[in-house]
Every structure is written in C-alpha cells, then in structure tokens.
C-alpha cells in the first residue's frame, strides 16, 4: 500500500517527531486523502477540516496503536470516521447537482455508502481487501462484493453497457485485475475467457473502470494553498482561554495550642479528617474530595532535567480519571503544566482505563493568581485521563513533555506564540480506587424557540456533572447547532457550566430523528439534591434564507445588496482559479445574523467539480448592549451576552478538475448563523 517514496511511519520515534512528524505523513500521501476525502464532502474548508480533524486525531491517539495493528490503516480508520462525521447533516449530493456530463467521480459519488467506501480505499490508496476490511469493519467477502457490485453500476453508469460473463466467473475479475489469483486459477479463468465471447467483452468494460478508478487519485487536482491552510489551522491549535475558578482564602490557626485543641476533639467526634484537609488543603476541589474519603494524598515525585512533578492525588469515576499534580523548575523561574494528549503516555492503558467512550474533556490552565500561587517556578494544576475500567489498581503514567507557560497572563493568553517544552523522563505508579456515580433518568422534554428539546440523563460524579440532552431537526427552515447552558441550580448550590466541557456529541445515542450531546459542569455530588433547576444560556442556530446576487456587472463596484435588513457590500471580484468574492458587512446592534453560509445551485455550475470555501475574514465582539470589545484581550465569562458578528469575508471558488478559470456568474446565499440567548429554566426531580 505505501509506495517507495512514502516511507511507513515509525511510531516509535513519535516523541522526538511528534506532532509535524503525523502532519508530514498525511502531507506525503495528501493525494490519495483528497481523493478519499471527495466521496465525503466537496467543499474545501470540509475537506481542509478532515485533514486538520484526522491529523490531531491520530496524534492524540497514537499511544493507543496496538503492535500488531498497521498505523497506515489505522491513521486511515481516522480520516474515514473524520469524513462520515463530517459528511452527516450536508447535503452533499444537492450541491454535486445533477449534470448531463456524468464524469466517474460524479457517478461514484452515487454509490451506496459501503461502495463508495470500498471502492475509493481500494483504488485511491490501494488498499488490500483484507486492510479495507479491517478499516471499515466488514469481511473480506463484503468488501469484494461491495467493489464489484460498486464497479458494475459505474459501467452501467458510464455508458458501457451492460455485460453479462458467465456468474460463476464473476468472483475471479477483481483477483485478476488486481493480480492476486493463484497460479492454477488463473490458467483456468484464462483459458475461459478466450473461449467465452461473452466474459470478454464483460471483463473488458469491467476493466476500463478500474484503470479509470485506479487513476483518479493523481486525475483530482489539489487547489493551490490547501496543504498550507492545513498546516496552518493545525499550528494554531493552542489553548487560548481560561477556567476561572472561585477564590479561596486560606484560613491558618495562629497558635499551636489552638490546632492541638482541635485536632484532640477532632479525634474524639470523628471530624479530623475534615478539619484537617479544610486547613491544609488550598485546591477547593481537592480538599472537598479528601474530606470525603474519595482520595487519599500521594505526593509521589519524580524529577528529570531540574524539574520536578509530584502527583498530589487521583480521583476516579465513570466520567474520568483526575490527576492533581504540581511542577517545579528547580533551575529556573518557568511554570510547566501536563497535557494529557501531548507528551503523556499510559502504559498499562489497556488493562486499566475505559477505551470505549469518549473522552474530549481539556484540562486548561489553572490561573495560578486564583489559586494564590506566587512561585515563579511551581505550576499547580489538574490533569483529567480516560475513566478507569476496573475497581482498583494502579496506572503507570509516564511524561515525556512538559508544555511551558506564559508568565504574563493579564491579556488571558497562557502560552506564547511559539510552544515551549521541557522535555524529560518522568514516570510514576498511580493507584486508584475507583468512585460510584449516581445516574439520573430525566426523560424531560421541552420546547425552545420551536425546537423541541429532551433532558436526558444526569450523571452526578464526584468529578464533575455530566447533563445528556437531546433536540430534534426535522424540517422547518431553522436547526439547532449547539445548546449552552448556564447553570445548575440546587436548594444547597449552583454549579456553573464547565466552558471546555460542552456539547460533546455522543455516538451511542441511537435514537432516531434526535441527536444527542453532554454538557459538563462543577460537580455536585458531595449535596446529593433530590431536584434542580436546570438554566439554560443559549441556543446556536443555522437558519435556511436563500438570495441570489448576479456577479455579470463586474465593473459597477463596489456594490450593495440587503440581506436579512442588513446591508452586504461586495467590495471587489477576482478571477482565476481560485476565484474570489470580497464582501464586507455592516454591524449594528440589531443584526440577526453572524455568519452567512455561502453555496451554489446545480445551474451555476459549469463544471461539476467546482467547490467553494469561505477564507477566515474579520470581525469583532458585541456584548447584550451593543458596545464592541477588542477580541485578544477580552474575557469571554464576564461580557453579557456576548457574540461575535463577521464584519469581513473572503469567499473562493475552486475548479477541482483542471487549472481553468471559474466562470463567476452569481453569488448564493443559502442561509446564516446566530445566537439567540435564552432564560428557560426547568425543574427536575432526582429519583
């Protein structure tokens, strides 16, 4: 499958390469992806998506490749579920349009989905039918069935005609086109074949089709810039926001006799455990999971290169697994904090932690000024892992990397413009006990702006608080993207929403017409509340509007059109391949939509192998008020209602089939995206 000039990827070299080393992997063999990538979606910024999604996928999950598993195939399983994800909810056969020139990939892109699958894995990145089948999970008698029925309806297709071979004959054509039928089995089919006039002329016009397929891959032409967008949106992967969390002040006895009074009556009413950890312990959620016996304190160290990490606890639950740890420079004056995706690998992870859900929860940096941490050299921070899979045991974490932190935060950016590491060898034996959870069936359904909404599930971990809800898309010219929520409202507390633990699509949820996501929040398990208010904060919206805006008078610009009341100027036209449309956009307070969504019909079209992409463009942050804020310096949890309007785009046209110009004849506009904030607020018992 890997051809001379594209050498297999070692992946025991991955933390000396690291990520760049998986980016120049998929750069190297960038044509047959795209080729891949084109029976999922064809607009760019999609395609430029699976790219970005699939190489931070298979460098995130590289310590879970098993030995005996190829990574070629594996980092393929990765794009194929990039694609599929990516391909839901797009009507993607709409915007191929139905033409009268059916050229193959137009046709192919009319297969049932396994043969699509089959076919392009075979012939765009020359796959064996065992490596399909173990890539899309089917035997190797599906696999071959899927391509021959595949190749057969292309024929048909095409205009070749249809054939028919002796059927008996039928599973010998894709061994011998593909040169992988036995000595004896070959002779006998050949000598078949040169006296069956029939089976000729039907392998022959089968044969025409998968020289075509087998030569479309270098035939799709990669627009200029594409890997470079690519590299750049997976260069920019940086966290960039902060986790605010409650101030504490920490409370010191002032005598030694005071201390041993209370720790004496302490030991007579049971409560030590509690005062002691509530005076020792300045980590608000950690000193509430010691006081109720969920964890036990470690300190285990280890040091490498002058910088020490000391795991201070560990908490486990069926959410995750919590790691609270510190770092310490010994040489120098620099804060270092763990990531769980870069430079951190788990041993013994097949033996001891969940594989078979999710797991996208980012632990950001702790403020160390919230924490009242004035050492320069010391980081304290929280590191959240896969939930474990058994009761009890031990986890074998071992650091490679150690991302460095930015000493000046007051702009709310934690790391320079150009990553920082410390590299070392640290390795400890973690043990656990795993915590129970209490799960809550809501079964809640809601109306919110028409849509109607369902509050599934809570599960309340001594983590956090984990909400599954639900909404239908059915019809109607407005879909619900993405719910926020503010809070959750106890008669003891309210726990705010975690903003780096919403909206996490959950692919189990096999319900049909409804699609599920999870919401995190502080946790609540140490109230156990009998009922809650559930406040909801926002609901993102994509809302079908169509407009037409002739591009035939080029010279007469710029120009202005209305769109949703607001006023739209296309400032200047370019042609060539890409061609491009440069529009600003008017922003008031009262403008309905934030983003446009651009596309074409099947009449514009001149070639069916047009696609477009919409370039990041400007724009700026409007709060509840109308007033606007500088976007790299504001604090996203303390504006009222905040949204972010585009002010300017750069829209392109790409002709995907050769080097000729586009011809730009109109603009369509199929719809925008908003924010609608909302107060609704629903109460739930807990059984």
């Given at each position: 499958m890997v051809t001379p000039q594209t050498p297999p990827f070692l992946v025991s070299g991955m933390r000396e390469k690291d990520l760049e080393s998986v980016m120049n992997w998929f750069v190297q063999r960038k044509q047959s992806f795209y080729a891949l990538g084109r029976i999922f979606v064809s607009k760019q910024e999609d395609l430029e998506e699976i790219f970005y999604r699939s190489i931070i996928a298979v460098h995130n999950e590289l310590h879970r490749l098993k030995k005996e598993t190829s990574f070629e195939s594996w980092a393929i399983s990765h794009f194929i579920h990039s694609g599929r994800n990516l391909s839901e909810n797009k009507s993607f056969r709409d915007s191929e349009g139905q033409k009268s020139d059916q050229t193959l990939l137009h046709t192919l892109l009319q297969l049932?989905?396994?043969?699509?699958?089959?076919?392009?894995?075979?012939y765009f990145n020359e796959c064996s039918?065992?490596?399909?089948?173990?890539?899309?999970?089917?035997?190797?008698?599906?696999?071959?069935s899927y391509v021959f029925s595949g190749v057969r309806k292309l024929r048909g297709e095409l205009g070749h005609g249809s054939f028919e071979g002796c059927r008996e004959f039928h599973e010998h054509y894709l061994e011998y086109l593909g040169r992988t039928m036995?000595?004896?089995e070959k002779v006998e089919f050949e000598m078949h074949i040169y006296h069956c006039q029939d089976c000729?002329?039907?392998?022959?016009?089968?044969?025409?089709?998968?020289l075509n397929l087998a030569g479309m891959t270098d035939a799709i032409e990669i627009p200029a810039g594409f890997i470079e967008r690519v590299k750049s949106k997976v260069g920019e992967r940086e966290a960039r926001r902060q986790r605010k969390k409650k101030k504490r002040k920490s409370v010191w006895l002032a005598f030694a006799g005071v201390f041993a009074m209370v720790v004496s009556i302490g030991f007579v009413t049971g409560g030590f455990s509690s005062?002691?950890?509530?005076w020792t312990e300045e980590d608000e959620q950690l000193r509430a999971i010691l006081q109720h016996d969920l964890g036990e304190r470690l300190n285990l160290e280890s040091e490498s290169n002058g910088v020490k990490i000391t795991i201070k606890s560990v908490v486990a639950d069926d959410v995750q697994t919590l790691v609270f740890?510190?770092?310490?420079?010994?040489?120098?004056?620099?804060?270092?904090?763990m990531n769980a995706h870069e430079g951190v690998h788990i041993d013994n992870?097949?033996?001891?932690?969940?594989r078979d859900v999710q797991h996208m929860y980012y632990s950001p940096p702790v403020d160390q000024d919230e924490i009242q941490n004035e050492e320069k050299n010391v980081y304290k921070g929280t590191m959240s892992l896969l939930p474990v899979s058994v009761d009890s045991g031990t986890i074998k974490l071992n650091v490679a990397r150690l991302m460095q932190l930015d000493q000046d935060t007051r702009k709310g950016e934690y790391f320079s413009k150009e990553l920082r590491f410390a590299e070392g060898d640290w390795s400890f034996d973690i043990p656990f006990t795993k915590q129970a959870s209490r799960v809550h069936k809501l079964d809640k359904e809601i109306d919110i702006d028409g849509i109607p909404v369902r509050l599934d599930k809570l599960t309340i971990a001594p983590t956090t608080t984990l909400l599954q809800y639900s909404f239908q898309n059915q019809g109607g010219d407005k879909r619900i993207d993405v719910i926020t929520f503010d809070s959750i409202e106890s008669d003891e507390e309210r726990v705010k929403a975690d903003l780096f633990g919403g909206n996490m699509y959950v692919e189990s949820f096999d319900q049909e017409g409804w699609s599920a996501f999870t919401s995190r929040f502080d946790t609540l398990f140490f109230e156990d509340p009998q009922e809650v208010n559930i406040h909801f904060d926002s609901i993102h919206l994509s809302v079908d509007d169509r407009k037409t805006i002739p591009l035939d008078n080029l010279k007469d610009l710029p120009k202005a059109f209305e769109y949703q009341g607001n006023t739209i100027t296309i400032d200047e036209v370019q042609a060539g391949n890409p061609a491009k449309v440069f529009l600003t956009h008017e922003v008031t307070k009262d403008r309905a939509y934030e983003r446009v969504h651009y596309g074409f019909s099947s009449d514009y079209l001149m070639n069916e192998n047009t696609s477009i992409g919409v370039s990041d463009g400007d724009g700026v942050l409007m709060d509840k008020n109308g007033k606007i804020h500088e976007i790299d310096v504001y604090e996203y949890d303390k504006l009222d209602q905040p949204r972010y309007f585009e002010t300017e785009q750069?829209?392109?046209f790409y002709n995907d089939s050769s080097s000729e110009d586009v011809n730009l004849t109109k603009l369509e506009i199929g719809g925008y995206s908003t924010t609608k904030y909302v107060d609704d607020r629903v109460k739930v018992k807990l059984d």
């Open positions: 049932d989905d396994q043969e699509k699958e089959a076919i392009a894995l075979t039918f065992a490596e399909v089948g173990r890539i899309i999970d089917i035997s190797v008698e599906k696999v071959k036995d000595r004896p000729q002329e039907d392998l022959a016009t089968f044969q025409e089709v998968v005062l002691y950890y509530a740890y510190e770092v310490e420079d010994t040489k120098k004056d620099n804060r270092y904090m992870e097949y033996d001891v932690m969940r750069t829209i392109e």
